[in-house]
């Protein structure tokens, strides 16, 4: 590249290195420009302006720091073999079952904050419109303590045979009902709307539950119907949070079931009868899981610092993130894609030039939120999500490399990424601190060891360094509650973990996910297909908010349901010479068939093969959400339900024609 001899000035006059002197020079375009197309004195003084800001960064740029182990191996081979690894942290294959001597179970995380914090903030929550309320380490511990002594006066038993429902939304209540069966030793079984009504009688009566704890009397309403019809017999005891009317108390007693508030609990039956803590041991139940459309597994919870609850309104989750000023973040890469989104619509040369620079100090290992970019460009962003982040977490669903390496230099936090299930206490692997590469989920943690399995059926091949991803370890669930035959299923007679996920080795140590197993099926030619890794690549398309892939084995094509992104689809549609309201979009025949070729584009630059791509599909304008059936409470696509509720529309898209 030829450089002017103004910028060889600059350069040489502020020790820029070659790669800063080109980024300079490519602003040039954006500079405004004299008659004879040489820079104006504005200019050339904006541009020397910043390469002097560009010099100061680079010399206050503080030491990279020092990762855990060698970035270029983040893994050992077990036993020599390079199909099963563990993380390189650990001086041995033995795994590591607690990090501190004198914390082994949630109990004693809780003690430990206790310890640590005592009269500090533990749980804070706010009414809408007014300030945060804090409630303490030692009041949630004292109100733990009475709530579960008044759920042993009602007949609950100090072991971890006694399972206790929890009904509710998240608030600070929920979490000292947890603590509180913590505390006696008793096992906290979650419930949430989103079950439905026939697994919540299966979970009432697998688990024997007496007692549930509710927020409202709605929710207890559904509960005690089922108690009416005879289908709960167990159930004889619930609690709620909220108040609730005498009439509701009047209905319960005549089935047996006793109605008491939160408080009246703790007052009436915990207060002054106060027993003296019976810890759970690690070995002992803590709590049973039950995701949608499965029976019950068993992991444990962990907790933070301090906890804020939003307001349970999602439309000022922003507002409370802003007020809560969250130091740790943990995210979906849906909610980091929309802020990604929004930033990228503003994007200027001077935010490529910044986002660069910050881009090379991840490089080296420096991570900041204080530079001049920080506070001159990226101030606004960082400020949108409290402007304290210190590092975030996503997971769940795959990222894309770019929107990660993006947010990295604009958050000015550390962003981890992260894989594992429920079955294995949320995570198995995790991402480096000091790695910015993308593409991957990290290492094995130090309690897991990870390994791939041969997937004949789909051409995966453990020699190959790819297959089925198997867990071990002590964050290894025991089986799935009183169902051996589902236990054997999951749990191999080794103890490892089948995931149904399908991973590959990279040359660094670190996993990659590349497809699934649990999901695929036959079409009629007798191709395999893994609709989740298509949707993960649909998922890129600009118009594409949610999407469903659909086949079978009837069927020789597959065919999808889009739902189109509400704050982009509009201006994306318009570009292309199409007007009309977002809903009226989702109608047009034209606009269907520009997002079809969109996806299928996206689709070969993936290297898709053909029988992979949709060859038809429906514009739905209302997002798949926990609400309306269609999402898990982790925001996971609940495939049967949304087969059943769109099958008119399945059904219509393959009477069309054949391809």
């Known amino acids: 590249m030829h450089f002017p001899e103004w910028l060889r000035s600059l350069r040489s006059s502020t020790g820029l290195k070659g790669s800063e002197s080109e980024d300079l020079w490519s602003l040039l375009p954006s500079l405004p420009l004299s008659s004879s197309f040489s820079l104006l004195p504005s200019s050339v003084l904006g541009l020397g302006a910043l390469a002097s800001i560009t010099a100061y960064w680079l010399v206050t740029r503080p030491r990279p720091m020092r990762p855990p182990c060698d970035l270029k191996a983040q893994s050992v081979a077990v036993n020599g073999d390079p199909s099963c690894r563990r993380s390189a942290i650990l001086k041995d294959d033995t795994l590591l079952e607690f990090y501190y001597d004198d914390t082994r179970t949630a109990y004693d995380m809780f003690q430990r904050g206790l310890m640590i914090s005592g009269s500090g903030p533990c749980l804070g929550f706010r009414k809408p419109g007014q300030p945060y309320e804090w ?46 069966c913590y505390t006696y030793s008793m096992a906290v079984v979650p419930l949430y709307d989103t079950l439905g009504l026939e697994a919540m009688v299966h979970i009432l009566n697998l688990a024997e539950i007496s007692v549930v704890i509710c927020d409202r009397e709605e929710k207890a309403a559904s509960l005690l119907e089922n108690k009416e019809n005879g289908t ?12 609730f009317s005498q009439a509701f108390v009047e209905r319960a007693k005549s089935c047996e079931v006793e109605v008491l508030k939160l408080e009246q609990l703790m007052v009436s039956w ?35 610092a301090r906890v ?87 997971a769940s669903a795959p990222i894309s490399p770019a929107v990660l390496s993006f947010l990295r230099a604009t958050l000015g936090c550390l962003i981890f990424e992260g894989y594992g299930q429920t079955e294995c ?35 995966y091949y453990a020699k190959n360094g790819a297959g089925e991803i198997c867990i071990r370890g002590p964050s290894v669930f025991r089986g799935y509650l009183r169902d051996p035959e589902k236990t054997a299923e999951a749990l ?22 590349i497809d699934r197993k649990k999901h695929i099926f036959k079409l009629a030619q007798g191709e395999y297909i893994a609709p989740e890794k298509i949707e993960n690549v649909y998922m890129r398309c600009v118009p594409v908010l949610q999407v469903f892939v659909h086949g079978d084995s009837l069927q020789s094509y597959l065919i999808g349901i889009v739902v189109p992104d509400p704050e982009v689809f509009v201006d994306w549609a318009k570009d292309r010479g199409f007007v009309g309201s977002y809903e009226e979009l989702c109608q047009n025949p034209d606009v269907k068939k520009a997002v079809l070729e969109d996806m299928n584009a996206v689709g070969r630059e993936a290297r898709l093969n053909s029988f992979e791509q949709v060859k038809d599909l429906y514009l739905h304008p209302e997002m798949f959400s926990v609400a309306n059936g269609l999402l898990t409470p982790t925001l996971k696509s609940r495939r049967a339900d949304i087969r059943r509720h769109f099958q008119e529309q399945i059904s219509s898209m393959y009477s069309k024609k054949a391809y």
């Open 135 to 180: 409630i303490s380490y030692a009041e949630v511990a004292e109100q733990a303590q009475v709530l579960g002594s008044g759920l042993l006066a009602k007949g609950c038993q100090p072991n971890p045979e006694q399972f206790v429902g929890i009904y509710a939304q998240n608030r600070p209540e929920w979490i000292i009902s947890e603590l509180a």
């Open 232 to 243: 709960t017999p167990k159930l004889s005891c619930l609690v709620l949070f909220n108040d």
């Open 308 to 394: 804020g609850f939003y307001q349970g309104d999602i439309s000022l989750l922003m507002d409370d993130i802003k007020t809560l000023k969250p130091t740790f973040f943990p995210v979906v890469p849906r909610l980091l894609n929309r802020i990604y989104d929004k930033v990228s619509k503003r994007i200027t040369p001077l935010l490529n030039y910044a986002v660069k620079r910050k881009q090379a100090e991840l490089s080296s290992g420096v991570v900041r939120n204080n530079s001049l970019w920080d506070k001159l460009v990226f101030n606004k962003i960082q400020e949108s999500l409290g402007g304290n982040l210190r590092f975030a977490l996503t």
């Open 425 to 459: 206490t949320a995570g198995c692997t995790f991402s480096m601190p000091g790695d910015c590469s993308t593409g991957h989920v990290g290492a094995p943690l130090p309690c897991a060891m990870v390994k791939v399995v041969d997937i004949p059926e789909m051409n």
């Open 492 to 513: 191999d007679r080794d103890s490892w973990l089948h995931s149904g996920d399908v991973g590959q080795w990279l040359p660094n140590g670190t996993l990659r996910i």
């Open 270 to 304: 915990g207060g002054g009868r106060s027993h003296l803590n019976v810890p759970p041991q690690p070995q002992d139940l803590a709590v049973v899981c039950f995701t949608s459309g499965t029976t019950g597994t068993v992991s444990m919870f962990c907790y933070g």
